[in-house]
């Protein structure tokens, strides 16, 4: 999450919710926790599902929870790659909330922070990552890995 206000900037909400119970369980805890918290966006860094799969499921836990603003919209670099084809077919009313981002696209946050999309294929043709400028933060999404080793 980014933010420092209530309003805050979800990245990657992970996989579909049976490879994720954990996530999903833990996240309500921390919404149970933080009662002042809304989120008002979602970036994804690239269709793999273990990014882009969880998505819908957190919307629905969050619309549950009273915990979403009015104009919450989801944004990723839209390709019509083969895993944002099969997260679409398993999630048609996802769609309609999906919007597609421009690299250096800027998205401001409630409390002064911005975020920068930054067009980064390599991993995926659809990978973008997000700089947090003030933070001098980079979130990269798959781009930089532990292991195995990334296609760039
Ligand atoms: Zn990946």
Known sequence: MIGC????????PGDFPERNEEFFANFDAYLAHHTDVKINRILVTHGHFDHFGGVYDTIKLLEERNRV?????VFKYLTDNEYEQQVFERYPQLRQHVHTIGDRQVFEVEDGLSIEAIL???????????????KKTL????????????SI
């Open 5 to 12: 206000g209530p309003i805050k900037t979800l990245v990657d």
């Open 69 to 73: 603003t009015q104009d919450l919209k």
């Open 120 to 134: 980064t294929p390599g991993h995926l043709d659809d990978h973008m990552s997000f700089l947090i400028r003030e």
């Open 139 to 150: 979130v990269t999404g798959d781009i930089i890995l532990g292991a195995p080793s990334t």
